[in-house]
């Protein structure tokens, strides 16, 4: 599975997810609330970015928090302990092969996964079996279609593209957000509720512009330099000025849009 995740689990993308987690904590997490005492399955962990954020916001219920890295695991522990969070428990799973009893968990968290698998329909199945009857599931993604920027630069858009199609090319679908309405109603969950978060940045709000477009979008889409020249998308002069003209973008007179979708959803 590791080499068929686009972002790969290097220091920078690790610093990457923790500034994504923190500028983007208040937007994606306020409303995941969850009652005292429930349990909780976080699928997809990661470094932890997003583990902090739940476990601070419900200290009173308890995370089972899993992931198919160990060294992302090592860096979620690490996290939660300095943080002083003592709520969370984390195993090394694979969604797909999970080790918990049918109807075990109240709640389940996934984040930026579902867009990396290639059958994102059958992990939420899987999922679904996992939750007690009127559980919920809370599903957030990200769609790379919905950035738009001033200044337009077609150089730019090419860079976006390459990321988009590298990931396909993985068996992913970095457009999912869109889908995410369509995806919760065809495993069988009801109540399906799916809400925009909206990203606007600008230079009257500086944190957006340093935590988002540059810490966050532009440091994704470079992350792919290497794969997209490799595998003939891009030649490395192209894909400079895309560079160049993404971070334009966070300079004094431009503009940065970004929406996710975050879903919840009844078993
Ligand atoms: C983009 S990261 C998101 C991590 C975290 N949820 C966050 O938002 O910061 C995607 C994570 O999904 C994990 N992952 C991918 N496929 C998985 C699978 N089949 N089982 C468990 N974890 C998986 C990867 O190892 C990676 O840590």
């Known amino acids: 599975m590791n080499d068929k995740y686009v972002h790969g689990y290097s220091d920078k993308e690790s610093v990457r997810l923790k500034d994504q ?14 009652p005292a005492g429930s349990t909780v399955l976080e699928a997809g962990c990661g470094i ?13 219920v308890h995370i089972t928090s899993v992931d198919i890295s160990p060294e ?7 996290a939660v302990s300095s943080a002083g969070i003592t709520n969370v428990t984390f195993s090394h799973e694979d969604i797909f092969d999970l080790p918990f009893d049918k109807d075990s ?46 200044p337009a630069s077609e150089h730019a858009q090419r860079n976006i593209q390459c990321l988009i199609d590298i990931q396909a090319h993985m068996g992913g679908d ?12 065809d495993v069988g969950l009801r ?8 990203v606007y940045a600008d230079a009257s709000r500086p944190g957006m512009v340093e935590g988002f477009t540059r810490n966050t979008f532009n440091a994704m889409v470079e ?14 002069q192209a894909w400079d000025k895309g560079v160049r ?23």
């Open 174 to 185: 970095s457009l999912i957000g869109r889908r995410l309405y369509p995806l919760l109603v």
């Open 223 to 236: 992350g792919v330099k290497d794969q997209a020249i490799k595998l003939g998308l891009i030649d490395k």
């Open 105 to 150: 968990f109240d709640h389940i968290f996934i984040c930026f996964v579902l867009e990396h698998l290639s059958e994102p329909e059958k992990a939420l199945l899987k999922l679904k079996d996992l939750l007690k009857p009127d559980g919920t599931i809370t599903v957030i993604e990200g769609d790379h279609g919905s950035a738009y920027y001033h």
């Open 191 to 198: 109540d399906v509720s799916v809400s925009p978060r909206f």
């Open 72 to 78: 992302s695991l090592k860096a979620a522990k690490k």
């Open 21 to 34: 987690s923190v500028t983007l904590g208040d937007l994606l997490h306020h409303d995941t609330i969850y």
């Open 48 to 60: 932890g970015a997003q583990t902090c954020i739940l476990a601070g916001n419900n200290p009173d």
């Open 245 to 267: 003209d993404l971070y334009r973008t966070a300079e004094d007179d431009g503009t940065f849009c970004y929406t996710f979708f975050k879903g919840v959803a009844v078993k």
